[in-house]
T-cell receptor, first 110, second 115 residues
């Protein structure tokens, strides 16, 4: 089977930095994706890591260590609009299906 | 970038009604699309993989006769919730991938409410 673990909730203030960790156990691994979802909305793609290392996209960065079955999403210069749920998702080698973690609810306070 | 369109965005109907949800890839061809279901404050659960020109692959525990999937073209997949009941009320979301199926992009979702 597969499992992904991420914290359920994180609270931070505007301008702060938040790191959301994701550990996974899966038979077969192709890559790790991150999605943002605001209340009532659909998931929006943020980043994808297939290889070890850091991928930077503006204020958001994502990191992957395949040997440690671990990744994280780094949110920098937090803004109020970043309040949302963030999901890590594993893509297995076969089928390209996404298996999602439970999601981390990020609350940004003034 | 890749865009996935889903319609309708919201459906409210009586118990026993069948509801069809459409998912379209607007600027690329998708041989595979995915259907998810999400209950409030929970994660997305994959229901089935929609394969163009062949039968869908359902995840364990998902009733294929309840959730009919048709993927008749490279840009359109449909999910029909047959004889819907209140317990089928949920947020249904489709996704499709770009080259090599990554990254996957999601439609805006359909909020289904069965009275």
């Amino acid at each position: 089977g597969q499992s992904l673990e991420q914290p359920s909730e994180v609270t931070a203030v505007e301008g702060a930095i938040v790191q959301i960790n994701c550990t996974y156990q899966t038979s077969g691994f192709y890559g790790l994706s991150w999605y943002q979802q605001h209340d009532g909305g659909a998931p929006t793609f943020l980043s994808y890591n297939a290889l070890d290392g850091l991928e930077e996209t503006g204020r958001f960065s994502s990191f992957l260590s395949r040997s440690d079955s671990y990744g994280y999403l780094l949110l920098q210069e937090l803004q109020m609009k970043d309040s949302a749920s963030y999901f890590c998702a594993v893509i297995k080698a076969a089928g390209n299906k996404l298996t999602f973690g439970g999601g981390t609810r990020v609350l940004v306070k003034p | 970038g890749a865009v996935v369109s889903q319609h309708p965005s919201r459906v409210i109907c009586k118990s026993g009604t069948s509801v069809k949800i459409e998912c379209r890839s607007l600027d690329f061809q998708a041989t595979t699309m995915f259907w998810y279901r999400q209950f409030p404050k929970q994660s997305l659960m994959l229901m089935a993989t929609s394969n163009e020109g062949s039968k869908a692959t359902y995840e364990q525990g998902v009733e294929k006769d309840k959730f009919l999937i048709n993927h008749a073209s490279l840009t359109l997949s449909t999910l029909t919730v047959t004889s819907a009941h209140p317990e089928d009320s949920s947020f249904y979301i489709c996704s499709a991938g770009g080259p090599d199926n990554q990254p996957q992009h999601f439609g805006d979702g359909t909020r289904l409410s069965i009275l």
